[in-house]
């Protein structure tokens, strides 16, 4: 973006543009939807270099929020930002703030271990435990905090279950986790998250090192998730955010330049920015 | 000559290199272990293994003592050595990428290039001087410092080498990160590290100059701490070095039972981590 956008506009991006044509006024949302989580004036670096600039988003409750945009447009590091994982990385460095239910998940004090429990996450490339079994991953997340786990074997089902994984596994819980297919593991990653009973799930590009069959088991399952779960996932594939998300905005360059609901925003963008993008002009 | 013939020809010749390479790197060792086998196995019998040395000049008697003495003192060096060196290692790996990590991996690797004697001197003046005798103490700590450079820095590659996505899998379910590196980076790592652990111990297990005088040389049983104490290395060392035709088939005898040794917890320790490593 060559101008940069003033506060009050930001604001009103913050939360997603209505539809048209429906009865309240765009950039409110309907009282029966609560935002969950909201960054607010988000900034986010990796050493001198500015990733996220000044981002003001909320996610709504019980809603998947899509994040679009061009390679290197800080989409994955705006999610890192919402469990503090982005700080893990060396150099890497927020400021602002991330309310989740009202609480700024930034405050001194705050352990961002806690936050990462209630704030589940799924990355790109599926990662499940190699020296586990898969019965041991989806409790991972329990054990390797060293709670004893009772009821083990519910909460194995339960999570495996939830991720449209359990009747693929359910023979061979003991074997390893990384001798299961791409799609598969993939799933456990995600039965993995759901394990720990997260509010927030963020999947980053859950999708992109898998093949299209695999991709379209987990959209489905992001799709039912969604009604039960906060989900924001991170993709460069705008067909796929069209499919699975209530929500979609758009980042480029580090900054938030739409944000509505999908349809509106993929059928009549507000912003040239975001009709070249959807429209395949760049990125 | 056409490409493709000189191209073929080129590949042969390369390939019959290296496999020389490797026959003149197997031949050494391969005849090492057929003399040793076929010098020591002559001198052995039970009572190698359960007796004491039998008095200068007279036949028969074992080393029994020795072999104790070796594992005792493997196993003091161990002790300390393994820890020091797991914890300095997964330092580097994870927390070590600045000025005093630089510091440390440098020693480490000055370290492994100090001749064994030099440490045997200074155990020497540090414990030996101090504690005014020969002990076994001061034989383990010897040991230690030769292996702690080879444990710290196989720990660091290895720790490395695990990738950060399971680091990043760990920490995003909400554990914390002395819990991912202990639960998760080392027990994704513990075959190799283990593999470094035992070259390490087999490296210790062979080393005599640093022995000579810190444990000294004690011909009876003893497991105390504050006394010097027999090992294989300095055994077949005095043995070796003495004139009587006995104890020279002694030495062919321990020299034998200490590469048996070290054989033994190599295989062991690979079949250890194998196993923990299957049951996932």
Same mark, same amino acid.
């Given at each position: 973006?060559?101008?940069?956008?003033?506060?009050?506009?930001?604001?009103?991006?913050?939360?997603?543009?209505?539809?048209?044509?429906?009865?309240?006024?765009?950039?409110?949302?309907?009282?029966?939807?609560?935002?969950?989580?909201?960054?607010?004036?988000?900034?986010?670096?990796?050493?001198?270099?500015?990733?996220?600039?000044?981002?003001?988003?909320?996610?709504?409750?019980?809603?998947?929020?899509?994040?679009?945009?061009?390679?290197?447009?800080?989409?994955?590091?705006?999610?890192?930002?919402?469990?503090?994982?982005?700080?893990?990385?060396?150099?890497?460095?927020?400021?602002?703030?991330?309310?989740?239910?009202?609480?700024?998940?930034?405050?001194?004090?705050?352990?961002?271990?806690?936050?990462?429990?209630?704030?589940?996450?799924?990355?790109?490339?599926?990662?499940?435990?190699?020296?586990?079994?898969?019965?041991?991953?989806?409790?991972?997340?329990?054990?390797?905090?060293?709670?004893?786990?009772?009821?083990?074997?519910?909460?194995?089902?339960?999570?495996?279950?939830?991720?449209?994984?359990?009747?693929?596994?359910?023979?061979?819980?003991?074997?390893?986790?990384?001798?299961?297919?791409?799609?598969?593991?993939?799933?456990?990653?995600?039965?993995?998250?759901?394990?720990?009973?997260?509010?927030?799930?963020?999947?980053?590009?859950?999708?992109?090192?898998?093949?299209?069959?695999?991709?379209?088991?987990?959209?489905?399952?992001?799709?039912?998730?969604?009604?039960?779960?906060?989900?924001?996932?991170?993709?460069?594939?705008?067909?796929?955010?069209?499919?699975?998300?209530?929500?979609?905005?758009?980042?480029?360059?580090?900054?938030?330049?739409?944000?509505?609901?999908?349809?509106?925003?993929?059928?009549?963008?507000?912003?040239?920015?975001?009709?070249?993008?959807?429209?395949?002009?760049?990125? | 000559?056409?490409?493709?013939?000189?191209?073929?020809?080129?590949?042969?010749?390369?390939?019959?290199?290296?496999?020389?390479?490797?026959?003149?790197?197997?031949?050494?060792?391969?005849?090492?272990?057929?003399?040793?086998?076929?010098?020591?196995?002559?001198?052995?019998?039970?009572?190698?293994?359960?007796? *004491?040395?039998?008095?200068?000049?007279?036949?028969?008697?074992?080393?029994?003592?020795?072999?104790?003495?070796?594992?005792?003192?493997?196993?003091?060096?161990?002790?300390?050595?393994?820890?020091?060196?797991?914890?300095?290692?997964?330092?580097?790996?994870?927390?070590?990428?600045?000025?005093?990590?630089?510091?440390?991996?440098?020693?480490?690797?000055?370290?492994?290039?100090?001749?064994?004697?030099?440490?045997?001197?200074?155990?020497?003046?540090?414990?030996?001087?101090?504690?005014?005798?020969?002990?076994?103490?001061?034989?383990?700590?010897?040991?230690?410092?030769?292996?702690?450079?080879?444990?710290?820095?196989?720990?660091?590659?290895?720790?490395?080498?695990?990738?950060?996505?399971?680091?990043?899998?760990?920490?995003?379910?909400?554990?914390?990160?002395?819990?991912?590196?202990?639960?998760?980076? *080392?027990?994704?790592?513990?075959?190799?590290?283990?593999?470094?652990?035992?070259?390490?111990?087999?490296?210790?297990?062979?080393?005599?100059?640093?022995?000579?005088?810190?444990?000294?040389?004690?011909?009876?049983?003893?497991?105390?701490?504050?006394?010097?104490?027999?090992?294989?290395?300095?055994?077949?060392?005095?043995?070796?070095?003495?004139?009587?035709?006995?104890?020279?088939?002694?030495?062919?005898?321990?020299?034998?039972?200490?590469?048996?040794?070290?054989?033994?917890?190599?295989?062991?320790?690979?079949?250890?981590?194998?196993?923990?490593?299957?049951?996932?």
């Amino acid at each position: 973006m060559t101008e940069r956008l003033e506060t009050a506009e930001r604001s009103e991006r913050m939360r997603p543009r209505a539809r048209e044509g429906s009865p309240r006024p765009a950039g409110t949302t309907p009282a029966s939807v609560r935002e969950k989580m909201r960054a607010e004036e988000l900034r986010a670096w990796f050493g001198s270099t500015e990733a996220i600039r000044r981002i003001s988003l909320a996610l709504v409750e019980r809603r998947v929020t899509a994040i679009i945009g061009p390679s290197g447009c800080g989409k994955s590091t705006f999610i890192r930002c919402l469990n503090r994982m982005h700080e893990v990385v060396p150099g890497a460095r927020v400021e602002g703030k991330v309310l989740l239910d009202d609480v700024n998940i930034y405050e001194r004090g705050t352990d961002p271990v806690k936050v990462r429990s209630r704030v589940g996450m799924v990355f790109q490339k599926p990662n499940p435990f190699p020296t586990m079994s898969i019965r041991d991953n989806v409790l991972a997340g329990l054990r390797l905090n060293g709670a004893r786990v009772p009821h083990a074997d519910e909460i194995v089902e339960k999570a495996l279950t939830q991720a449209a994984l359990f009747g693929e596994v359910k023979d061979i819980l003991g074997r390893s986790g990384a001798s299961l297919s791409g799609g598969q593991q993939q799933r456990l990653c995600i039965a993995r998250a759901l394990a720990l009973e997260p509010e927030v799930l963020l999947m980053d590009e859950p999708c992109s090192a898998l093949d299209p069959i695999a991709t379209s088991r987990i959209e489905e399952l992001i799709h039912v998730l969604g009604d039960r779960y906060t989900i924001a996932i991170v993709t460069h594939n705008m067909q796929q955010a069209a499919r699975v998300s209530h929500y979609t905005a758009f980042f480029y360059m580090g900054e938030l330049v739409e944000y509505a609901e999908t349809d509106s925003l993929f059928t009549r963008p507000q912003n040239p920015k975001t009709e070249d993008y959807i429209t395949g002009r760049f990125g | 000559m056409d490409a493709h013939r000189k191209r073929k020809l080129v590949d042969s010749a390369m390939r019959g290199a290296c496999t020389a390479a490797v026959l003149l790197a197997v031949v050494p060792l391969a005849s090492l272990l057929a003399y040793v086998a076929a010098k020591g196995l002559g001198g052995l019998s039970w009572t190698v293994f359960t007796e *004491l040395p039998g008095p200068v000049g007279e036949t028969g008697g074992g080393f029994g003592n020795a072999i104790l003495g070796s594992l005792y003192l493997v196993g003091l060096a161990c002790l300390a050595g393994i820890p020091v060196g797991v914890l300095a290692g997964v330092y580097l790996a994870e927390f070590g990428d600045n000025r005093f990590g630089r510091i440390v991996r440098f020693s480490a690797d000055v370290m492994s290039g100090v001749p064994s004697i030099a440490v045997g001197i200074f155990v020497y003046t540090l414990v030996v001087l101090s504690m005014r005798r020969f002990s076994a103490l001061a034989g383990g700590v010897a040991l230690a410092i030769l292996m702690l450079p080879t444990v710290t820095r196989t720990t660091e590659e290895l720790v490395r080498l695990v990738p950060d996505s399971l680091r990043e899998a760990g920490l995003a379910l909400g554990v914390p990160k002395r819990r991912v590196i202990l639960r998760v980076v *080392l027990r994704t790592g513990a075959p190799g590290i283990a593999t470094g652990i035992m070259l390490a111990v087999a490296r210790a297990a062979g080393e005599t100059a640093p022995l000579l005088f810190t444990a000294f040389n004690n011909r009876f049983w003893s497991a105390s701490l504050d006394r010097p104490i027999g090992s294989l290395p300095v055994q077949i060392y005095t043995y070796a070095v003495s004139p009587y035709d006995d104890w020279h088939r002694q030495a062919q005898a321990a020299a034998l039972v200490l590469v048996a040794m070290v054989f033994v917890l190599n295989v062991g320790a690979r079949l250890l981590t194998r196993a923990r490593g299957d049951s996932r």
